[in-house]
């Protein structure tokens, strides 16, 4: 019997990776050589003749594994020529081989292949098939991942969540080295006891030691009445142990035991104790901060950076431990800076680094830079500054781990001719575990809303309050210290994990008071208007958005304020049934809904949310019974968006609309358009296409009045 955790991360994609030897075979090593011949075509965008040299590498050295990586190549070149059906079908052939290693990396390409043409159920069919064909496989995780992500694209929310939460359940529960702690996330477990049948009240105990002194017990709950699989979570935190307090503290080099006794009888009768052992590890986080304390994309020169890391795992010792982090400039500067944690056991390393303009003195303390200004611009000097941390240690499914780098890049500014100084915030310095104490609010509300989730609801409420009462002691403790409008922040949205909408609003109301011109203040004020439209007080969420989009401008949360406010409209115009507003009709015109869609488009053509504003308009005249606006927005939205998820949905919508206008061959048209182009509606464009030849055959008309 064996216990699997499960950890929630960030997930990379899991690739190949090939080393070069010595001892190479011969015939290996000629392959290589003339696949990196077709590499080079590839480069240069000569698709056919990469093609050619692809398929010579596989005629010539059919038992090589290079053969593999040209059939791969050679795939990747036919999907560049818009030749996907024969990418296809030579991935295809790979599958078809069922080699462990190759055909599940086939079948996913296969998916990637159908998903970008957005043939999302051959798609779905081809990562599927990874999983039932290929269990134990580490492309199962990217399966799941990428069934998730399609179904996040394609709207369908709940399915996604479902298939996103499968990750790490098959290949790295099954890994020891891939299973890992990580402190502040809540550690998952799962157990198989296949003689076990299951009832509501069926649990089991799981013991938890860790080497710093932490020992927890936990029940472990069926997944599924009647099933064999059980689960349980369990909060972990940065810090010294309390035995059987219920969460798991640790140190950044704990060791962590689980241990369970299994029913399980095999070739010996009796109950058997199965342990499993696993390390710390964690996803760093990197922010940059200037001397304000606001966190950066660009700083002007004379100013202070602050970097701070958040990195459990480099938590080693009973002291103050210590990380580096290397910053270097295009104009030649290279600085190793030495980040100390803020505390014992807080997983947060800081440190301050001055810039000065003038040359560039490697390993000076300081970030030099005598870059011009760039053309064109007011301020924006020829420069910007590379800071790098090396994750050594990290959560990720991949086969093959190791460090990873993680990056920001700062661009660097001249002083403003109107401000020729930038002096350094003389707010009073807070206590340095202030920032470590709203990292463990912001854990605790991440572990609030994992309960949530879990359907564990007295827990969930229980930690939101604990998260409450520690950041209501921060801001009365340290009411000027820069990080209270974090602080604030977060308590607002552990009033919102409650339900507590009142106290939201007044937390919210004195933070944007208190720092109205910073990006966190608009953002709150977004959260402000989004509790607004929650209660139905539209003028409030219209006054608000109205705001940001005004103050905010040519920003992308002043974007995403237009877009609400065109919903708003939409929420308006519908008033609940049952409401005032029902009764006496709405305030709010069918023309002016409209005109918020149309004027979001016009403004954001290029906008991620453009093609939804289109959908939403095409929506809004259909229910109105404005077909020709439906059609107008079908025609608009496959000329603009021809690539978007959302144009299909689009085009059926005009496609009804048609049919609704009785120009049946103008419906014809569209569904065809569909079953030709967009693989997630092209289903139910073909029924309906079926339905109208049956009823009319040859038989078309296209008269403009509307259906009796």
Not at 176 to 204: A, F
Not at 285 to 293: E, G, K, L, W, Y
Not at 458 to 468: E, G, L, M, N
Not at 534 to 546: G, P, S, T, V
Request: contains cysteine; aromatic residues 8%; proline residues 4%.
């Amino acid at each position: 019997m064996k216990l699997f955790p499960l950890l929630l991360m960030i997930l990379l994609p899991i690739c190949a990776v090939f080393a070069a030897d010595d001892n190479i075979d011969p015939q290996e090593r000629d392959a290589q050589n003339l696949f990196l011949q077709g590499e080079a075509s590839m480069k240069v965008a000569e698709y056919e003749s990469a093609i050619s040299v692809f398929n010579n590498v596989v005629k010539r050295f059919p038992e090589t594994e290079t053969r593999y990586q040209a059939q791969f190549r050679m795939a990747d070149a036919l999907t560049s020529l818009k030749k996907e059906a024969d990418a296809v079908t030579l991935l295809q052939s790979v599958a078809k081989e069922e080699n462990g290693e190759w055909s599940p990396r086939a079948l996913s390409k296969i998916g990637d292949i159908y998903s970008g043409i957005q043939k999302y159920s051959d798609a779905f069919k081809a990562y599927r098939a990874i999983i039932t064909d290929f269990p134990e496989n580490p492309m199962v995780d990217h399966a799941y991942f990428a069934i998730g992500v399609t179904h996040f694209k394609l709207g369908h929310f709940a399915q996604a969540a479902e298939e996103l939460e499968k990750v790490g359940t098959a290949f790295a529960a099954n890994k020891p080295q891939l299973q890992k702690v990580s402190p502040g996330e809540p550690l998952y477990i799962k157990m198989i006891e296949p003689n076990s049948v299951s009832t509501l009240k069926t649990s089991y105990k799981v013991y938890i030691k860790t080497t710093s002194g932490d020992a927890e017990e936990v029940n472990l709950r069926p997944d599924a009445v009647g099933g064999d699989r059980f689960i349980a979570s369990v909060p972990t935190v940065m810090g010294d142990a309390k035995p059987g307090d219920g969460t798991l503290q640790l140190h950044g080099a704990d060791k962590v035991n689980l241990t369970y006794k299994s029913r399980y009888i095999g070739d010996a009768a009796g109950i058997v104790d199965k342990s499993n052992d696993m390390d710390i590890a964690s996803s760093a986080r990197m922010i940059v901060r200037n001397s304000n304390n606001d966190e950066i994309r660009g700083i002007i020169v004379s100013d202070t950076l602050n970097i701070e890391v958040y990195d459990p795992d480099q938590d080693t010792t009973d002291a103050q431990d210590t990380v580096n982090v290397i910053m270097k400039t295009k104009s030649g500067d290279s600085e190793t800076v030495a980040l100390k944690e803020t505390g014992i056991h807080t997983g947060l390393f800081t440190a301050k680094v001055p810039t000065l303009k003038g040359l560039s003195v490697p390993d000076s303390g300081k970030i030099e830079t005598d870059a011009s200004l760039v053309e064109g611009t007011a301020n924006q000097l020829n420069d910007q500054l590379t800071i790098t941390y090396k994750d050594e240690k990290n959560i990720t499914v991949q086969a093959v781990l190791g460090p990873k780098d993680i990056v920001a890049k700062i661009i660097l500014y001249a002083i403003s001719k109107v401000n020729t100084s930038a002096v350094e915030s003389e707010l009073k310095k807070s206590d340095m575990t202030l920032t470590a104490d709203l990292y463990r609010a912001r854990s605790l509300n991440e572990m609030a809303t994992t309960y949530r989730d879990l359907g564990q609801d007295q827990k969930s409420v229980d930690t939101f309050k604990k998260s409450i009462i520690l950041l209501q002691n921060l801001i009365k403790k340290f009411p000027n210290a820069p990080e209270i409008e974090d602080a604030m922040y977060s308590l607002f949205q552990s009033y919102v994990g409650l339900d507590q909408y009142d106290s939201a609003i007044g937390i919210i109301t004195q933070m944007t008071r208190k720092y109205p011109d910073s990006p966190k203040g608009q953002q709150a004020l977004f959260d402000l208007a989004a509790i607004h439209l929650k209660r139905e007080e539209y003028d409030q969420a219209m006054a608000i958005y109205q705001n940001v989009a005004n103050r905010a401008r040519g920003t992308a949360i002043a974007e995403q304020a237009q877009f609400e406010i065109c919903k708003a409209y939409m929420a308006m115009y519908k008033p609940k049934t049952g409401s005032l507003s029902s009764l006496t009709g709405s305030s709010v015109k069918a023309e002016q809904v409209s005109a918020s869609l149309e004027e979001f488009v016009r403004s954001y053509p290029n906008s991620e949310r453009a093609p939804d504003a289109m959908f939403q308009l095409a929506r809004f005249r259909y229910e109105t019974e404005d077909y020709r606006g439906v059609i107008d927005a079908g025609k608009r939205t496959q000329l603009q968006y021809p690539d978007s998820v959302i144009t299909g949905r689009v085009l059926l919508m005009a496609a009804q609309a048609s049919q609704k206008l009785k120009d049946i061959t103008g419906a014809m048209d569209i569904l065809r358009s569909i079953i030709a182009n967009y693989g997630s509606e092209s289903d139910d464009a073909e029924k309906m296409l079926a339905d109208l030849n049956r009823k009319y055959g040859n038989k078309t008309t296209t008269t403009t009045g509307k259906e009796n």
